[in-house]
């Protein structure tokens, strides 16, 4: 997406298409959330953008996406998993593993998984999953939205001040994110490789 069709969508529905975006994206469609975090910044900057109104809106979109995914997880993941889970190897048995992998370091993955593209994404659905305590969910939801979304708006707000940034290469900054966060992905594959193989 570029600059002027984010803008003419912000001047056709306002704040609420940074809610939307971020809310689809944490759900599961795809879309370069840290790309639109950062241009929102840049916007700011601009004064484009309203910094109170923009950032709540980014919150709130991410926040929600990962109550409803929590929901989801909850209330229907499991069922439809195990009705329909066994035509693609998904077992009963292989569930309660993932659960019980996910459940030791759920704390730190809800709260830092915001930085991980797809792990993101099936956080929440595996929290809702495992059963995790809806209160606690709901603490350390609110502690990584925030420190996810202000973060990267914040940095937005600061690049636009310091450096002249054509906002149309912002998109390719989540891009760029991204390919890093494979290349690391790649990395601890082929590290843990070589350890295995030594053993």
Known sequence: MNINTLLHYLDLYGYLIIFGFL????????????SLLFLIGILIYHHNLAFIPASLSAFFGAFIGMLSAY???KYIG??????????????????????????????KTILFGFYMPGIRQISPYFA??????????????TLGTILWTLPFILA??????????????????GLF????????????????RKRQAKE
């Open 23 to 34: 809310f689809l994206g944490i759900i599961g469609i795809p879309a370069p959330e840290e």
């Open 78 to 107: 499991s069922s439809f998993l195990l009705k329909y889970g066994k035509y693609v190897g998904i077992t009963e048995e292989r569930m309660e593993k993932v659960k019980n992998k996910y459940r030791k370091n759920v704390r």
């Open 156 to 173: 937005g707000y600061y690049a636009g001040s310091t450096f002249h940034i054509d906002p149309k290469i912002v998109p390719y900054f």
């Open 71 to 73: 929901a989801i997880g």
């Open 177 to 192: 994110l991204f390919f890093l966060f494979l290349l690391y992905v790649f990395g601890s594959f082929l590290i843990k």
């Open 128 to 141: 809702g999953l495992s059963n995790f305590s809806f209160l606690q969910y709901l603490v350390y939801c």
